[in-house]
């Protein structure tokens, strides 16, 4: 079994700057993508960012510029750095690794459970 579990979310004001951060647990072989995604309410959920195992990073151009995402192999950990936030940027964010388990020949999409983010304008 392999859990994800995010940390990092709250409160702001907009402008302001915050850090997201997923670690992966269990029994993991290897880690190929990574990515966060986002919810608000009424609206479906989007990708804000993703990054492969060697470092290639995918945004959509509406999360380009104030959205960084950056990974610790070593730690199976990933993290979202996002700046300038905006109330449009109130969601719950929700982290997505795609893992190969131990003793298992294929990979699987695991979700975190989803952080609050709330940005005031």
């Known amino acids: 079994q392999v859990q994800l579990v995010e940390s990092g979310g709250g409160s702001v004001q907009a402008g302001w700057s915050l850090i997201l951060s997923c670690a992966a647990s269990?029994?993991?072989?290897?880690?190929?993508?990574m990515g966060w995604y986002r919810q608000a309410p009424g609206n479906p959920r989007e990708l804000v960012a993703a990054i492969t195992s060697e470092g290639s990073t995918n945004y959509p151009d509406s999360m380009k510029g104030r959205f960084t995402i950056s990974r610790d192999n070593a730690k199976n950990t990933f993290h979202l750095q996002m700046s300038s936030l905006k109330p449009e940027d109130t969601a719950v964010y929700y982290c997505n690794a795609v893992v190969r388990s131990s003793g298992s020949g294929i990979y699987v999409p695991y979700w975190g459970q989803g952080t609050q983010v709330t940005v005031s304008s």
């Open positions: 269990g029994r993991i072989f290897s880690i190929t993508s």
